[in-house]
Structures are given as C-alpha cells and as structure tokens.
C-alpha cells in the first residue's frame, strides 16, 4: 500500500489540504468538492466517505498525495 504522502493518517492533513491522484494527476480541491461523487464544496479530504475513490481513474483514496 502506498498510502499517499500523507502517510494513511488524515490527522496529518489540515482541512483544506489539495491532494493528487498519483495514477491520473487528478485533484482533489475541498473548496470545489466532487461533482461525480455529489460530494459538497467545502467537504475536507478527511471527511470523504470511505468507499470514496478518484472520480477519473478510480484509483483508491490513500494513493492520494499532498499538493505543497
């Protein structure tokens, strides 16, 4: 398991942390949400459902890594 940059601990991420798909490149933006998963703007990364995956690729939620 890569589990991301962020190590697989969401307690390191702060609420409006922007994370990447490793596979796709896509982004995550909590300002934006996810409009494919009907997830709100202003839902943290943190507090996606657990069966949340990348919207483009289908990739897993802890291969997501930490825009800097």
Do not use: N
Not at 56 to 67: G, K, N, P, T
């Amino acid at each position: 398991m890569f589990e991301g940059s962020y190590l697989g601990d969401h307690t390191r991420l702060p609420a409006g942390a922007k994370l990447e798909c490793k596979i796709c490149w896509w982004v995550y933006d909590p300002a934006q949400g996810d409009a494919v998963w009907q997830i709100d703007p202003g839902v943290a990364f943190t507090e996606l459902p657990a069966h949340w995956r990348c919207p483009q690729c289908d990739c897993a939620a802890d291969q997501f890594m930490v825009l800097g």
